[in-house]
């Protein structure tokens, strides 16, 4: 099986920066991309193809990648950018994958 | 709006079987390939099946090869998934997504761009 690995929580001041780390074997070979879930609702596509933002996603998040490892990284974090996040990552023999999640949290 | 609506969770024992419905509106559901995910408080997000636009290709997690089967009828812009010989492993709230087919630099992938509100799934004896 393949294993997305991602730190348990992440805190962060209002207005700093978060950043949370997706490591896997290979994973710059793969698509990779972050999902925002806040309680009791659905994940959120907030990144896709390593870089790439949907419209109407905020542009303090980003993403980025080197090597085995993708990163998300929350500009400016606000109280309402608390939530889990998950990386995922898509190829033709995997299908996708889902990181462990990190959960967020605004101090 | 592009709405995905899930149905059709519920209790059932170990051993039997229950069907999903995900309804789609808001877009030309025949044009897009669909995914089921589940998510446990325990396990997080797991990917379960996905079909492509056409419905050629189906794929499945490993730890439902062989129980579940994925469908589509696009007439009704709806999705399905047949989950037979239930486990209390299968225990979740279960996600519909739409998948959108992305291109960079010439390859093709997929990623889920927008997913339903779930529908519960509780195997219990």
């Known amino acids: 099986s393949y294993d997305l690995t991602q730190p348990p929580s992440v805190s962060v001041s209002p207005g700093q920066t978060a950043t949370i780390a997706c490591s896997g074997d290979?994973?710059?070979?793969?698509?990779v991309c972050w999902f925002q879930q806040k309680p009791g609702q659905s994940p959120v596509l907030v990144i896709y193809?390593?870089?790439k933002r949907p419209s109407g996603i905020p542009d303090r998040f980003s993403g980025s990648y080197s090597g085995d490892t993708a990163t998300l990284t929350i500009s400016g974090t606000q109280a309402m950018d608390e939530a889990d996040y998950y990386c995922?990552?898509?190829?033709?023999?995997?299908?996708?994958?889902f990181g462990t999640g990190t959960k967020v949290t605004v101090l | 709006e592009v709405q995905l609506v899930e149905s059709g969770g519920g209790v059932v024992r170990p051993g039997g079987s229950l069907r999903l419905s995900c309804v789609a509106s808001?877009?030309?559901?025949?044009?897009?390939?669909m995914s089921w995910v589940r998510q446990t408080p325990g396990k997080g997000l797991e990917w379960v099946s996905g079909?492509?636009?056409?419905?050629?290709?189906?794929v499945y997690a490993d730890s439902v090869k062989g129980r579940f089967t994925i469908s589509r009828e696009d007439a009704k812009s709806s999705l399905y998934l047949q989950m037979t010989s239930l486990r209390a492993e299968d225990t979740a709230l279960y996600y519909c997504?739409?998948?959108?087919?992305?291109?960079?630099?010439?390859?093709?992938?997929?990623?889920?761009?927008?997913w339903g509100k779930g529908t519960t799934v509780t195997v219990s004896s």
């Open positions: 193809e390593h870089t």
């Open positions: 079909i492509t636009w056409s419905g050629e290709n189906r």
């Open positions: 290979n994973l710059g070979d793969k698509y």
């Open positions: 997504a739409r998948d959108v087919l992305g291109e960079f630099s010439g390859d093709y992938y997929n990623y889920m761009d927008v």
């Open positions: 808001g877009f030309t559901f025949g044009d897009f390939g």
């Open positions: 995922q990552a898509w190829d033709r023999r995997l299908s996708y994958v």
